[in-house]
């Protein structure tokens, strides 16, 4: 281990005189127990050898993936390495192990494909795999080194996969049953999803020998409280966007309803249509009176993605005129899957286009609460 230190503090290696110029990445030689092996009582420490002297770099053992989940001592010998789990191996249950890409020799000549093996300490070795995806909820964006935990009633024993910078993620070797799993962000690297911090999404899977299920985890911050709306406003004359404190599920799993009113004298404007988005990139369908505002057709059709948005795009069947309105929402959905809306109000300006109002002579084109018009 001394000789090992002294090499990997010199700035530049070189072979030997004499020696030929090394470029081949070192190379594992050997695994014990075997894989794909049944021991059962293996009470040891699982080995890795490699061809070659190697370099492990202090804190490897947080690079180790290993399943189940856990804390594994890993010691590490000239050319070899020795793991093993902090509280011991359990009976009967099938260990997989991960040795990341990346390992150099001592001439920084490094491993191009991570290592992995399995072996069971008990019981047969299925041949099950299930993979997926994590990505944020919010952005769609992929979550490098995110958790995945796999956990069966009564068996508690948490087993696991990291995923790559694509977000993607394989584990094999499950012991066949239906799981509780969960895709989470392991902010404080416990092995365990905390429900109240940490971003997380859950899923029910069956892991059989003859399917190969891939999920899908949408992962969203903890939250206990239901959407609300919290500003609105009318950028054209047809228009009315609300803005609410958490991102909406796009499309809603429900029907929301959305109701615009004259703060003055209480009548209702008729709605033609409610959807998820900012008005810039929500397209409705034809309406009447299009040619009265701004053409649904003229605006961007909406990106790929149902990503959520916190926005929320309110079509109206007549113009808005100038004046000051109340809106209620209700029946909105965030990413929790908790319900709420709330009410606010907003002034219709002159200078964004908006007609003034009618003189009031009782045959204003509106409509009260009952749906009467007058």
């Not at 905390?194 to 992962?219: C, G, M, N, Q, W």
Request: charged share 25%; net charge negative.
């Amino acid at each position: 281990m001394a000789a090992m230190t002294a090499l990997a503090g010199c700035a530049n290696e070189q072979p030997p005189p004499g020696a030929l110029p090394d470029h081949d990445p070192p190379r594992v030689e050997l695994i014990e127990p075997a894989p794909d092996s049944v021991v059962p009582g293996f009470h040891g420490r699982v080995r890795v050898r490699f061809d070659e002297p190697v370099r492990i770099q202090q804190g490897f053992a947080t690079q180790l993936i290993a399943s189940p989940l856990g804390i594994y001592d890993v010691e590490t010998g000239f050319s070899d390495l020795r793991i093993r789990p902090r509280d011991g191996w359990r009976d009967s249950v099938v260990y997989c192990l991960e040795i990341p890409e990346g390992i150099p020799d001592l001439l920084n000549n490094r491993t191009q494909t991570a290592t992995d093996f399995c072996f069971s300490t008990g019981v047969a070795i299925s041949d099950t795999r299930v993979t997926g995806t994590v990505v944020d909820a919010v952005t769609g964006q992929a979550q490098n080194e995110a958790r995945v935990v796999f956990i069966a009633e009564p068996d508690s024993t948490p087993y696991g996969a990291l995923t790559d910078q694509d977000g993607r993620f394989s584990i094999r070797a499950l012991p066949p049953g239906s799981y509780e799993a969960f895709g989470f962000l392991d902010q404080n690297r416990n092995f365990r999803v905390d429900r109240k911090i940490e971003p997380y999404d859950s899923a029910t899977v069956r892991a059989v020998e003859d399917a190969r299920p891939d999920l899908l985890f949408h992962i969203v911050d903890p939250d206990s409280t239901p959407p609300r709306l919290v500003r609105a406003e009318a950028p054209d004359s047809v228009t009315v966007q609300l803005e609410f404190d958490d991102p909406l599920l796009r499309p809603q799993p429900g029907r929301p309803s959305v109701t615009v009113a004259d703060s003055a004298t209480g009548a209702t404007l008729d709605v033609f249509g409610v959807l998820v988005g900012e008005a810039a990139s929500v397209r409705f369908p034809s309406a009447p009176g299009d040619s009265a505002g701004v053409t649904p057709d003229s605006r961007p059709a909406p990106a790929a993605e149902d990503l959520p948005s916190r926005f929320v795009t309110v079509r109206m069947s007549e113009a808005i005129y100038a004046g000051a309105f109340r809106v209620h929402a209700e029946g909105f959905v965030n990413l929790r899957r908790l319900i709420g809306g709330g009410d606010t109000t907003f002034v219709a300006d002159v200078a964004r286009g908006a007609p003034t109002p009618p003189p009031d002579t009782g045959t204003v084109r509106r409509s009260d609460r009952d749906g009467t018009r007058r």
